[in-house]
């Protein structure tokens, strides 16, 4: 195989990137500078080097210390830990303004089409959730998608913490469903009235 | 102007109907049989002779009595109201197996962008929960879009209705607002990852 | 089956309308004033009695005599006649301002899916070519839609009218095929790029 | 700037990637395997070292002459030569299956927008024309998008070619216009009808 196949390649391996848009990817690089092609493949190789996983929430950054800027943030507050699925719920839980507590990642969902034992970090769940309880936590918030893996994520990482939650009395709380900002009636599926309905207030 | 244009300019006053559909209508009509010409023709003609506007729900509907088929079914749970938006807010929520109360429709919702007073319906909404509230009512449901508009109808019908309410022990409540069904955190608006903690439980 | 059902549906045979939009209609119509209504049941109901069929391009029109205005226009050029598949693609060629003769409309194309036999009007056909071959005519152009089935109709027509056409010193053409506006090379299907290049110049 | 936002920030160069894409990207290589990492920089920054520009048609490609396969192939016919706008015009042009002499690529169409001059690769073409020439070179074809900056970029190439075309007998045409693959009249613009009658036959 030739270079620019080569590259073409590697690029339809990319989430949601197409043999297509690869080849123009591979064409944009051919028509770019050296610099660019130099500090691209740079930030590449080097991104495992500079980048590690935060060992309390998982989560992937670069700060000069091992845990991350969150996890080290001690104006936050220890009484409430958010579970998500992936590093970028964590962005946009955080634009919203609404939440001050501490996350965990678990990194993917539970998948309900392949029987692959899917790695949803649990004994690093075990170790993060110990040493906030010790600072005082008492609420879990399980913030996964709203979907069949979501849900069936969620039912798992109840009944793997739930012993722990009961005996050191920690509340696992789920984010409310109901009508998303936009919806409306008419167009809403009968499970998001069902749950609006049952979460009227 | 000729019979076909005049046609067509009626169809362009149809919901989400531009000229080009119009004129595909009028051609359709024209290739069609007289027989379905005849029975259209009628159906409109006749439609106000035929349905009529239930005076306690306000939902339009052609059943033999004044009162509609839902206004008149004495199985429903009499302490529940439900106030929608539109005649088809009532069949997304019947379909959805989770409400048996009574319904009201309000027509409309308060519009932002013109100054032109909206009729909501409002002497009949305070005749409608008058009457319900001799029957038992305990609980008025306010169940409209989640977008500005219906917010801001949410806030008028509340503030007319509420003077009522606190004197009859009826409370108003709304549908619950958070991820609705396949919401991801991720592409989540802040608004409805504010609500979704707000609601979570 | 009630009146606003009943209305719905006749609806949903309406090209490109559902369920859902049918009953938009409805509603749309309810609330309507009812001089709207009345005047879309007469402008349907009079459809027939005020549109013709012009005997010569079998176009629907409602001018005052039999033939349609075009068909009636002496000052257009009697030595072309262009074969059409609907009413509207006559409307899209005098938009573009580049034909001037007469016109004849099939009224469809030949399914390529059923066996149905289909009515292109051929005798009707037949009787327009003849009056027009003896005003002059020297051209039939077959503007069809360039998919199989226009093809298959464009075959179909050809094999109808060679024999006049040869008799008659009549050339039978075909719309060009090539890139349109708007195409690149890059996302062009094989077929465009081939006509294109057959048909540079 | 840190190292995820970093490489982010070079993957919103790519063509049609944003912010939230390119975050996404980040995410996924710091998920995959050391190997996948290795292997793209590795990719990327030898792209240039084993890619090179065929000096002839200007398409980039990484055989091991300095010439292209396509240039170098003697089974081609020396009497064409197609004059395209980027290198995956050739492979679109190629599976058409419908031309066999040679390729030249400009690289770029003229932007109508911007006054920057764009380079058009005009000596490197001339070399290529006269070397063609040399060849039996009779008929050179602008392939190139039929958009405003197509027509543009066409007219400037014909007039730079057009003295030397003159002098060795050689055509300049250009790919036909018209309905493409697909089109029907009722939705074709008045340009593509235009040129689809200008090029009936």
């Known amino acids: 195989?030739?270079?620019?196949?080569?590259?073409?390649?590697?690029?339809?391996?990319?989430?949601?990137?197409?043999?297509?848009?690869?080849?123009?990817?591979?064409?944009?690089?051919?028509?770019?500078?050296?610099?660019?092609?130099?500090?691209?493949?740079?930030?590449?190789?080097?991104l495992a080097a500079n980048v590690k996983q935060?060992?309390?929430?998982q989560k992937f950054h670069?700060?000069?210390k091992a845990e991350c800027a969150l996890c080290t943030n001690t104006h936050r507050d220890p009484s409430l830990l958010m579970i998500v699925a992936n590093d970028s719920?964590?962005?946009?839980?955080?634009?919203?303004?609404?939440?001050?507590?501490?996350?965990?990642?678990?990194?993917?969902?539970?998948?309900?089409?392949?029987?692959?034992?899917?790695?949803?970090r649990e004994s690093r769940l075990n170790q993060t959730v110990?040493?906030?309880?010790?600072?005082?936590?008492?609420?879990?918030i399980l913030a996964l998608?709203?979907?069949?893996e979501g849900d069936a994520t969620a039912d798992h990482i109840r009944s793997v913490l739930t012993p722990f939650a009961d005996k050191n009395n920690i509340t696992i709380t789920m984010l409310g469903r109901g009508l998303s900002t936009g919806s409306e009636l008419e167009y809403a599926d009968p499970d998001t009235i069902k749950n609006a309905y049952k979460n009227r207030g």
């Open 89 to 120: 719920d964590i962005a946009a839980v955080e634009s919203s303004g609404t939440f001050s507590g501490y996350y965990f990642v678990l990194g993917t969902t539970l998948s309900l089409s392949s029987d692959k034992q899917q790695d949803l």
């Open 145 to 148: 998608p709203a979907n069949p």
């Open 1 to 46: 195989m030739d270079a620019i196949d080569k590259l073409s390649t590697l690029f339809t391996r990319f989430p949601g990137i197409g043999p297509r848009q690869a080849h123009r990817f591979v064409h944009f690089l051919l028509r770019s500078s050296p610099t660019l092609r130099r500090e691209l493949a740079g930030a590449i190789a080097e």
């Open 62 to 64: 670069d700060g000069g």
């Open 54 to 57: 935060c060992p309390t929430c």
């Open 130 to 140: 110990t040493k906030h309880a010790a600072g005082g936590l008492t609420e879990i």
